[in-house]
């Protein structure tokens, strides 16, 4: 199994709402990230998970809250979001980390996002 | 973007032709990455270069490096219809590993 699979793929939320975004693998993969994509742009690294623990929070608002229960799952809960935080939010995982030994640094595999609209 | 640049930012082919796109970057890395990604979809890994490498080949894919001038090529040879797409570098350097920054993108149109 070598996806990364996010959920929802769409998601229509208010500015009052609390909603999660949620992203599993299966491939033993000890990193797992979260980047904001808006559209004609490249991806922004939002946070990196390595070990289960964060590693890196690209000075990202609080309204954007990560968690990563285990090793396969990472999620982003969303409170009180920005209209200009409609984006695709795209999950991310890498058989490395930050920190680890780079020399044997891989690629990372992402899933196919999700479309978020915040209304 | 986090990362650095690439050009052109958008480019526009015919089928069977070649297809070039630059990517350069801003500090030491150990590696380079090349990924694709289709309209909304999610990134799609094409190649991997390490930086004491300076060429690199898969399938109708080349990769060049030149940790010099901080820049890297990707040519897509006799392109398809079905290249049409966006493609990003991204970096992994010594301090940071992989955080796979990405640069600011190619977009590729192949005309039928």
């Known amino acids: 199994d070598t996806e990364v699979t996010q959920t929802p793929k769409h998601l229509v939320m208010g500015m009052t709402n609390k909603k999660s975004l949620k992203c599993e693998q299966h491939m033993g993969h000890r990193a797992m990230y979260w980047y904001k994509q808006k559209a004609k742009k490249p991806p922004e690294l939002m946070f990196v998970?390595?070990?289960?623990?964060?590693?890196i929070n690209e000075s990202v608002p609080s309204r954007f809250s990560p968690e990563c229960p285990n090793s396969s799952l990472l999620n982003l809960h969303l409170h009180a979001l920005q209209p200009e935080d409609s984006a695709l939010y795209l999950c991310a995982s890498s058989r490395q980390g930050p920190r680890d030994r780079v020399t044997l640094s891989s690629e990372a595999f992402f899933g196919q996002g999700t479309r978020l609209t915040v209304v | 973007s986090q990362q650095g640049e690439e050009d052109p930012q958008a480019l526009s082919i015919q089928e069977g032709e070649n297809a070039t796109m630059n990517c350069s970057y801003k500090?030491?890395?150990?590696?380079l990455q090349w990924y694709r990604q289709n309209s909304g979809r999610g990134l799609v890994h094409l190649i991997l270069i390490r930086s004491n490498e300076r060429e690199k080949h898969s399938g109708r894919l080349r990769v060049t490096l030149d940790t010099s001038k901080k820049s890297s090529s990707l040519l897509i040879t006799a392109s398809r219809a079905a290249d049409t797409a966006s493609y990003f570098c991204?970096?992994?350097?010594?301090?940071?590993?992989?955080?796979?920054?990405f640069g600011t993108g190619t977009s590729l149109t192949v005309i039928p």
């Open positions: 998970y390595s070990y289960e623990k964060l590693s």
């Open positions: 991204a970096t992994a350097n010594s301090n940071t590993g992989n955080q796979f920054y």
């Open positions: 500090t030491s890395i150990n590696n």
